[in-house]
């Protein structure tokens, strides 16, 4: 599929690491059900300055709808307080159905 991956030219992401598992933030939490993955992006930076040259850590959220899945946010390191969490106690548990 040649549009599956998609971003941005400014700044231009080289490379990518450490991606982690998703982690599943309820609605009750997260204002929907999302799932997030974090990762570390290797980038040469923006030309506006707002977005350093080099590893810095990302993370993308997602949410399911009727259309499959889709790309609710995203942001430089630990996108909320939420995903901060789990780099001290792990992430939540998945629903069981």
């Known amino acids: 599929m040649p549009h599956t991956w998609n971003w941005c030219d400014d700044?231009?992401?080289?490379?990518?690491?450490?991606?982690q598992s998703a982690s599943y933030f309820?609605?009750?939490?997260?204002?929907r059900d999302e799932e997030c993955v974090a990762f570390e992006m290797d980038t040469h930076g923006s030309s506006?300055?707002?977005?350093?040259?080099?590893?810095q850590p990302w993370s993308l959220c997602f949410v399911k709808?009727?259309?499959?899945?889709?790309?609710?946010?995203?942001?430089?390191?630990l996108a909320s307080p939420r995903?901060?969490?789990?780099?001290?106690?792990?992430?939540?548990?998945?629903?069981?159905a």
Do not use: N
Request: hydrophobic share 30%.
């Open 11 to 19: 700044p231009r992401l080289l490379d990518y690491r450490s991606v």
């Open 26 to 31: 309820p609605a009750s939490e997260a204002g």
């Open 48 to 55: 506006d300055g707002s977005m350093p040259t080099g590893w």
């Open 65 to 77: 709808t009727p259309a499959g899945w889709r790309m609710f946010d995203q942001g430089q390191g």
């Open 83 to 96: 995903l901060a969490l789990l780099t001290s106690i792990g992430p939540p548990p998945r629903p069981t």
